[in-house]
């Protein structure tokens, strides 16, 4: 795994991308019981506009968010989101 995939970088942020990172999680993801295999890591982390973010900062910061991941040893994760959370619907339509 390469540096920028660690999810520790998520700590070495400045505050204000950690808060940043938090709620745009917070406002555009949702939470379900079961891992979704439709979404990665890597894929999720570009959705975000306007700030760039590496697949160990994001991994990092949907720990810190609370979300469950299916194998804590793979490069790309799968989290337990659903279908449903806004910014997936969003880029469906």
């Given at each position: 795994?390469?540096?920028?995939?660690?999810?520790?970088?998520?700590?070495?942020?400045?505050?204000?991308?950690?808060?940043?990172?938090?709620?745009?999680?917070?406002?555009n993801l949702r939470p379900?019981?079961?891992?979704?295999?439709?979404?990665?890591?890597?894929?999720?982390?570009?959705?975000?506009d306007g700030e760039y973010?590496?697949?160990?900062?994001?991994?990092g910061a949907m720990l810190?968010?609370?979300?469950?991941?299916?194998?804590?040893?793979?490069?790309?994760?799968?989290?337990?989101?659903?279908?449903?959370?806004?910014?997936?619907?969003?880029?469906?339509?």
């Amino acid at each position: 795994m390469f540096e920028t995939d660690m999810p520790e970088n998520f700590e070495e942020m400045s505050d204000e991308r950690k808060e940043f990172l938090l709620n745009w999680i917070s406002e555009n993801l949702r939470p379900i019981k079961t891992i979704n295999l439709n979404h990665t890591s890597y894929g999720i982390k570009h959705w975000i506009d306007g700030e760039y973010f590496t697949n160990g900062e994001f991994k990092g910061a949907m720990l810190k968010a609370g979300y469950k991941v299916k194998d804590l040893n793979a490069t790309n994760w799968h989290f337990n989101i659903s279908e449903r959370s806004p910014i997936i619907l969003k880029r469906k339509s």
